[in-house]
Structures are given as C-alpha cells and as structure tokens.
C-alpha cells in the first residue's frame, strides 16, 4: 500500500519547509508554513493558541508537525462556524453546534 503525498507546501511533503527536520519544526518552520512573521508565531506559542515545548539550554521552541496541522484544522473549523453564524437566518442552529466527528467522510 502507497504512502500518501501530503500537498505542495504543506508539513512534510518535499521541500516543504522543515521536511528534513522530522517530526518537529522550528519557529521560522512554522511561520513559513503559515506565512506569518516568525514574532507572529513566537506569540502564537507564547500566548498558549499554538502548543509548542522548548528544547535544549537556550530554550528553542518546537512545534510538533501534528500539532501544526490540528491547529489549521481548527482555525479551518472556527472560521466555518462563523461563517455559518453570520448566516443564522439561513442556517440550521444544531448544524452549528454538530459534532464533526460523526461525518468521516469530509
């Protein structure tokens, strides 16, 4: 069975950013990743939004790949939600509140 390309661009496809740093990716990884500046992603992680733990004597932080990739998910997911909010009139209310766990197949 093949492995699945994840997309152009994204974490760990070729020559996406950090591909040949593994499982976890730098500030600068993720700020590209994002595009956003690597300060934006600092207080990302600073103020807790983004999870990211720090390594070694100087405090480096990481971002674990996964971890990067629930946090678009969920910004994906916030934003559908508003989205839907701001057209109550022609939405249906348990649709803003659904358990997305239940449709596997989006």
């Known amino acids: 069975m093949a492995t699945p ?7 760990g496809a070729p020559g996406a950013p ?6 976890f990716l730098t500030l600068a990884d993720t700020a590209e990743v994002l595009n ?9 992680v600073r103020s807790g939004e983004l999870p990211a733990i720090k390594i070694g004597g100087h405090g480096h932080w990481r971002i674990e790949r996964d971890v990067l990739e ?8 916030e934003n559908r939600r508003r989205n839907l909010w701001h057209q ?19």
Request: no cysteine; aromatic share 10%.
């Open 70 to 77: 629930g946090y678009i998910a969920g910004k994906y997911e």
């Open 36 to 44: 956003i500046s690597v300060s934006h992603a600092y207080a990302l």
């Open 5 to 11: 390309t994840p997309a152009p661009g994204a974490p």
């Open 88 to 106: 109550a009139d022609y939405a249906d209310v348990t649709e803003l509140f659904a358990d997305r766990g239940r449709d596997s197949s989006r």
């Open 18 to 23: 950090g591909a040949s740093v593994g499982r």
